[in-house]
C-alpha cells in the first residue's frame, strides 16, 4: 500500500516517460504505463475524496468519480462505458487533461 497521508490511502502516481534519447527515434508511445494493479490503486484514490470537484471542474461533464470506482472494481468494461458516455474520444482527450483529479 501506498504511504498514508491525511485522508488519502494512496499517493498520485503519474506515468513514467521514456528517455528522451529513445522516443525521439520514432512515433510510438513515449510513457510507462502503469501496472492494472497501480491502476486500480489510482482509481481508488477518486473514492477517498471528501469534496468531488471534479462533477463541475471537467468541461466535458466526464462522471469522474462513476468511472474511477469501476477502475477501482476492476470492472475495465464498465468503465468505459461510463467514460465514453460523455466522452467520444477518451484516448486523445486524457492526453490534454490537466486532471487536477
Known sequence: MGKATGFKEFER?????????????HYKEFTVPLSEEEIT?????????????????CPLGNLIPD?????HQG???????????????????GRLCPAPC
Open 13 to 25: 502516481q503519474d506515468e513514467a516517460y521514456k528517455p528522451v534519447d529513445e522516443r525521439v527515434k
Open 41 to 57: 490503486k489510482q482509481g481508488s484514490r477518486c473514492m477517498d475524496c471528501g469534496i468531488p470537484f471534479c462533477h463541475s471542474g
Open 67 to 71: 468511472f474511477n470506482h469501476m477502475v
Open 75 to 93: 470492472e475495465w468494461q464498465k468503465a468505459s462505458w461510463i467514460l465514453h458516455s460523455t466522452n467520444n474520444f477518451p484516448e486523445f482527450t
